[in-house]
């Protein structure tokens, strides 16, 4: 009876769930991207600047003199995109926001300390390379990568305390009491943060490394652009075998955790042992279609055994499943199989270097180095798929569903259809300028004014030289 | 323990007011500036002023949310659902006056500086003006606890106008001023003319919105007129001193520092007038107050805690930030491409054609304030 009630109150509102999940979905999808750049951007540019001042590296200097131009719009549209999600969390999910605001709130907090920190020094790194001295310049850049990571420590906490919710009494829908610090290092963030800091970390510096390999496929094979290849390309490389370990280390976790978010992504309809793995294949009606099947495979993963039991989600009621596990699944092979590819180009590589100290000659690897930042944005956009459609019908995992969670207020259709649009345009605004840019620095040319409106003036003579890397550090 | 909290959410807010306000407020002054030639100097003080600062300014904004969320989670869910199309304009603004800002400095070719530009000053009124009507819906007992969808007449009536109209004032009254301080810094005589002459005006609308909002709020509330006028005066009469002190200086060309204090004082106690009229009560008409809508205990002590540390971390920082901006030590860089000869001469010829703003925009703007302020005092005695 009282189940048939639930339904009966959710279906009535279910009207703007989906929408508004939609709405969650294209803004986080796309602030994530910016938000990656902006915890992992800063610390590429610290190394390029370290690197130009320690080893007095002109190229590696000018790099970084032009990345933390790129940096300054970057950091705009993350902020403001970041903006609009804090927006959301209420204007989409008020009903989450009432009931649990209390206890998600502190790590919001301390997240909201962090972006200031970042927010105040990203000012002083951009806005300082022609007053401050060297070292120092370099110096006030580190409480911005610092703090770009702490952040993500504690956004992310908010999102894993929605999968292992806890630390908090709860009485007659009354929140009484909170352990913050419990809510804060809930268990699911254990695996969860460092999972998307690395992800950050390698999105960044691999969408660095492509942008390099582009212009070296297309012949530009200097060494501006070996260095600004090399700058990206090696920390995240040298990641790609941590985040695979976590990642494995995750998916571990959530067999155990949230047992029906793995049995979507693992295709696991019945508990059951000697579970085969499923590469691969599409889920319908109770049939999966294509798709490679390796027997046993899951059960060892799980539990390192072929005997291992693997709960499947058939050990919750229909309505406690999530919608298209096809989804579910095929995200997660995608998520696994771009991260190895990833890990291939890295080993492809470090196997060059051992053999001839030298970066990979062939043309296959450049054009794969080219598309390895859209790889890892793939790759970390569908391992957001997995958790959050895999924890669906959930906001909170086995407290609140998402459709009480949703706002009751009609239109978020429209205003949908407005974010869109709204940011198809700064989606590609933003592309364009980072490319104008680029063709800016090419030509050399400083055709710019900083006056707002008005027309260029023409360049005097050249340029005024840059800062020597000798200057610099005097 | 929840009075606190409650100020230090004040706090916040009238930090993002009068730090961001004044970034908005750059905005408008950078749509009144009139076409590429004559807006010219202007701008080029707006950009400079503005873009070092304007993200950790915009960050007040983000720690005021989530204070407001993790403190009195109910009273947000219920101003989240009851005034939900004006925060979405609101935040819409941000976004496009965020974006537009940033892209406008990269972007070398006219007609689409000109839209990114057209975009950032336009976007820079939505913000405050949508924000302003949210706070006027709730002034005005516009948001019940529990509502379920919004009630566009809470956020459109004539107060919560007046509000968006007065956030407006403000922010380009605060901008204003303090581009009048930026102006004697740099020695540029002109500019410090043509701010003050804005300042002055600013300070005119923005006084006599504040009165009009006053008189209006008598008859849509009440209680809290009787307590502005009431327990409340104090911040008000020193409300209204900071704004004549600052008309008066800026009057007298005595554009010092200080001068900025008062007038961020100055919007600073109209606030703390507000917060002090309406304690204890979160959202008017609803009964709920900052005790029996407060998170439990543990977390407003963590919240406290949240706030030391940003006073001993941030607080230091900011200082920084700000000593740095006002030395002129912080300059865009352009990637070590610089042509500085351009930058310090900014008196070359212009000949590119001009934009069609709307630089006559100002008297307008004026004159349309002041009609609506007489109109709408007029309706209210019909009443």
Not at chain 1, 187 to 193: D, G, N, Q, T, V
Not at chain 2, 95 to 111: D, M, S
Request: proline content about 5%; aromatic content about 10%.
């Amino acid at each position: 009876m009282t189940r048939a009630l639930i339904t009966l109150a959710t279906a009535r509102v279910s009207g703007e769930v989906v929408p508004a999940r939609a709405q969650m979905a294209t803004t986080l999808g796309f602030h994530i991207i910016l938000a990656s750049l902006g915890i992992a951007f800063p610390t590429t540019v610290l190394l390029a600047e370290f690197i130009g001042l320690r080893r007095h590296n002109e190229t590696a200097m000018r790099l970084a003199r032009r990345w933390s131009q790129a940096m300054g719009v970057l950091v705009a549209v993350g902020a403001v995109t970041g903006t609009v999600l804090s927006f959301e969390m209420g204007l989409l999910w008020p009903g989450l926001m009432r009931r649990f605001g209390a206890v998600l709130g502190f790590p919001f907090d301390v997240e909201g300390l962090f972006f200031f920190l970042e927010a105040i020094f990203t000012a002083i790194y951009l806005y300082g390379w022609r007053r401050l001295s060297g070292w120092k310049h370099w110096a006030s850049g580190v409480p911005i990568a610092l703090s770009g990571i702490c952040g993500a420590m504690s956004v992310v906490a908010v999102n894993s305390w929605m999968n292992q919710p806890g630390g908090f009494t709860e009485r007659d829908g009354r929140i009484m009491s909170v352990h913050v610090w419990q809510v804060f290092f809930n268990h699911a963030a254990l695996y969860e943060m460092p999972h998307m800091i690395l992800a950050a970390y390698m999105v960044t510096g691999f969408i660095v490394a492509g942008v390099y390999a582009a212009g070296i496929v297309r012949g530009r094979r200097d060494r501006y652009h070996y260095t600004g290849f090399s700058l990206g390309f090696v920390p995240a490389a040298i990641l790609t075998p941590f985040q695979i370990f976590v990642g494995d280390t995750a998916a571990r976790a959530i067999a155990h955790d949230q047992p029906v978010k793995f049995a979507a992504m693992e295709y696991v309809a019945r508990t059951s042992r000697d579970v085969p793995e499923w590469l691969g294949g599409v889920y319908l009606n109770g049939q999966i279609y294509g798709g490679l099947k390796i027997p046993y495979m899951d059960s060892l993963l799980v539990g390192f055994s072929p005997s291992t039991k693997v709960v499947g989600w058939d050990s919750v009621p229909p309505a406690d499943r999530p919608p298209a596990v096809w989804l579910i699944h095929l995200c997660f092979d995608a998520m696994v199989g771009l991260g190895f590819l990833l890990l291939l180009g890295g080993l492809w590589a470090a196997f060059e270097w051992w053999r001839r100290r030298h970066l990979p000659p062939q043309r296959l690897f450049w054009l794969l180095g080219s598309l390895s930042g859209l790889v890892a944005v793939v790759a970390m956009e569908c391992g957001w798929v997995v958790t959050e459609v895999g924890r669906q019908p959930w906001v909170v995992y086995q407290l609140q569903t998402t459709a009480q969670a949703a706002t009751t207020n009609g239109g978020i259709l429209a205003s949908l259809t407005v974010v869109i649009v709204l940011y198809a345009i700064l989606g590609v605004a933003t592309i364009l300028i980072l490319r104008m840019l680029a063709r800016r620095w090419r030509h050399g040319d400083a055709d710019q004014t900083d006056v707002p409106y008005g027309p260029r003036p023409r360049p005097p003579e050249r340029s005024v030289p840059e800062r020597t890397s000798a200057e610099v550090a005097s | 323990m929840p009075a606190t909290v409650g100020a230090i959410l004040l706090t916040g807010i009238t930090l993002y007011a009068v730090l961001a306000g004044a970034d908005f407020g750059g905005g408008l002054w950078d749509l009144l500036a009139g076409g590429d030639q004559r807006g010219r100097s202007p701008r080029q003080l707006i950009d400079q002023s503005i873009s070092p600062v304007w993200e950790a300014n915009h960050v007040w904004l983000i720690f005021d949310l989530v204070i407001f969320w993790t403190a009195f989670p109910r009273a947000f869910a219920a101003v989240m659902i009851g005034a939900a199309l004006p925060l979405w304009l609101a935040a819409g603004g941000i976004v496009l006056r965020g974006a537009g800002f940033a892209f406008r400095k990269e972007i070398t070719r006219l007609p689409w500086m000109r839209a990114a530009g057209a975009t950032f000053a336009l976007s820079s009124l939505m913000t405050p003006f949508f924000m302003g009507t949210v706070i006027g819906a709730i002034a005005t007992r516009g948001i019940p606890p529990n509502p379920t969808s919004t009630n566009q007449h809470a956020w459109t009536n004539p107060t919560a106008v007046l509000a968006g109209l007065l956030f407006v004032a403000a922010c380009g009254y605060l901008a204003a001023v303090y581009l009048t301080g930026e102006a004697t810094r740099r020695g540029d005589r002109r500019l410090l003319a043509y701010f003050t002459r804005r300042a002055q005006a600013a300070a005119v609308v923005a006084g006599a919105l504040s009165l009009a909002l006053l008189a209006e709020l008598h008859g849509s509330n009440r209680v809290l007129y009787s307590r502005l006028t009431g327990r409340a005066l104090p911040l008000v009469i020193l409300a209204a001193l900071c704004g004549l002190g600052v008309l008066a200086s800026i009057s007298a060309h005595l554009p010092r520092f200080e001068v900025r204090v008062i007038a961020a004082l100055g919007v600073a106690t109209v606030i703390w007038g507000w917060g002090v009229a309406q304690y204890p009560v979160l959202l008017p008409g609803t009964g709920l107050t900052l005790d029996n809508a407060s998170a439990p205990r543990s977390v407003l002590v963590a919240l406290v805690g949240v706030f030391i540390a940003a006073v001993l971390v941030i607080g230091p920082s900011l200082a920084l930030l700000f000593t740095l901006q006002s030395r002129g030590a912080l300059q865009p860089d352009e990637a070590g491409l610089l042509m500085a000869a351009d930058r310090i001469g900014g008196a070359r010829p212009a000949s590119g054609p001009r934009a069609k703003l709307p630089h006559e925009g100002l008297k307008g703007a004026i004159v349309a304030l002041f009609a609506a302020v007489v109109y709408l005092r007029n309706r209210r005695r019909e009443r």
